[in-house]
Nanobody, 127 residues
Framework: QLQLVESGGGLVQPGGSLRLSCTGSGVLLDRHVVGWFRQAPGKEREAVSCLGTSGGRTNFADSVKGRFTLSRDNAKNTVYLQMDMLKPGDTAVYYC????????????????????WGRGTQVTVSS
């Protein structure tokens, strides 16, 4: 069964950090673009970032540039989203997804190009 599982969410104070993990089951993440998305209450799902395959191209939403980074651990079949300097506006459910597309800083990240989604992990930034 193909599956993506997110973990690492939680409650953190403004200015704090969290590292989210996206682990694949039945799917080798190093062969696919992996995207991160988030959805806050009452808002539409928005793209946060994506990580390409070989070469490691990335794309970050303007709202998270300079604060969030991506990495892979192929041995663990896991992609990480490191989130630093968190703000209350980052509060949302975060989802990872496998893309049938490519990732590039010049190309918008489109949710409809992602065909396998995890169930999400809650991130709450509050004092």
């Amino acid at each position: 069964q193909l599956q993506l599982v997110e973990s690492g969410g939680g409650l953190v104070q403004p200015g704090g950090s969290l590292r989210l993990s996206c682990t694949g089951s039945g799917v080798l993440l190093d062969r696919h673009v992996v995207g991160w998305f988030r959805q806050a209450p009452g808002k539409e799902r928005e793209a946060v970032s994506c990580l390409g395959t070989s070469g490691g191209r990335t794309n970050f939403a303007d709202s998270v540039k300079g604060r969030f980074t991506l990495s892979r651990d192929n041995a663990k079949n896991t992609v990480y989203l490191q989130m630093d300097m968190l703000k209350p506006g980052d509060t949302a459910v975060y989802y990872c997804a496998r893309g049938s597309t490519f990732c590039d800083a010049t190309v918008p990240v489109r949710p409809d190009r992602y065909n396998l989604w995890g169930r999400g992990t809650q991130v709450t930034v509050s004092s």
